[in-house]
């Protein structure tokens, strides 16, 4: 149990270190977690840790799939069981399961193996990508500039350009299901995500998007059809 306890304090301390990306974009990590599922909250704290580098943007989408067990996730949603459901049929999946991680939209991984999603971090971090993306906010708008990285072509899309909003940190105080009686904390909880337009990946462009409120905005450029997130910024 030390040796355990020991090991999951190495994953996490390597997990925070604030390495900046070498390709210039954040990597998306994406856990699709649920306040019904038993095995998620290891998946839950590894997330806390990996929020804190800035070469990675956590995103926390809680599913709805496990409600029927007895408690109803506060902060579920049948969008984000969606786009689990679509990353699953691109990747030739059959199931989907909590805690899953999926970074920068590609590989998969089980979210409490948290040796495995700093190591598929570290590969995509080195990875080049063909496009970039910058957000700036202005008052109650987000103005997004996407532009390829190179001037041969290989950035072209179609590419889906995300707006996702999400609260820092959320509580809960479960009362019924697997976890009945615990008290947790969530952070980086999706609460919004709007596709502001299509790009072509070809030529540079500019989008702009309304925005309320104060809470965190990201931009996520991803191959239409679930695939790859090839470019992301804090809209800032």
């Known amino acids: 149990m030390k040796f355990a306890t020991l ?7 390597f997990a925070a270190l604030p390495v900046q990306a070498q390709n210039g974009t954040p990597v998306v990590v994406e856990l699709f977690t649920s306040q019904g599922c038993s095995s998620c909250p290891p998946a839950d704290d590894l997330m806390k840790d990996l929020i804190k580098r800035e070469d990675v943007i956590g995103l926390a989408l809680h599913v709805d799939y496990w409600d029927y067990i007895g408690w109803k996730d506060e902060y579920g949603n049948a969008d984000y069981t969606r786009r689990q459901k679509g990353y699953a049929a691109t990747g030739g999946r059959r199931m989907v399961y909590t805690p899953q991680m999926i970074v920068n939209g590609q590989e998969d991984v089980v979210g409490a193996r948290g040796m495995e999603v700093v190591e598929l971090i570290n590969q995509h971090k080195n990875t080049p990508s063909p496009v970039s993306v910058s957000a700036s906010r202005n008052g109650g708008s987000v103005v997004i500039s996407v532009k390829p990285s190179d001037g ?8 889906d350009v995300h707006l996702v909003r999400y609260t820092p940190l959320r509580k809960a105080h479960i009362t019924r299901g697997e976890l009945a009686g615990r ?9 919004g995500w709007t596709v502001v337009g299509q790009w072509d990946g070809r030529n540079p462009a500019k989008l702009s998007a309304q925005i309320d ?4 905005a990201v931009i996520l450029i991803q191959r239409a059809g679930y695939g790859a997130i090839v470019a992301a910024a804090r809209a800032e």
């Open 7 to 13: 090991a999951f304090a190495l994953i996490a301390a």
């Open 152 to 159: 041969d072509g290989t950035g072209a899309g179609p590419y």
């Open 183 to 191: 008290d947790f904390e969530y952070v980086n909880v999706v609460d």
């Open 213 to 216: 409120g104060d809470r965190p």
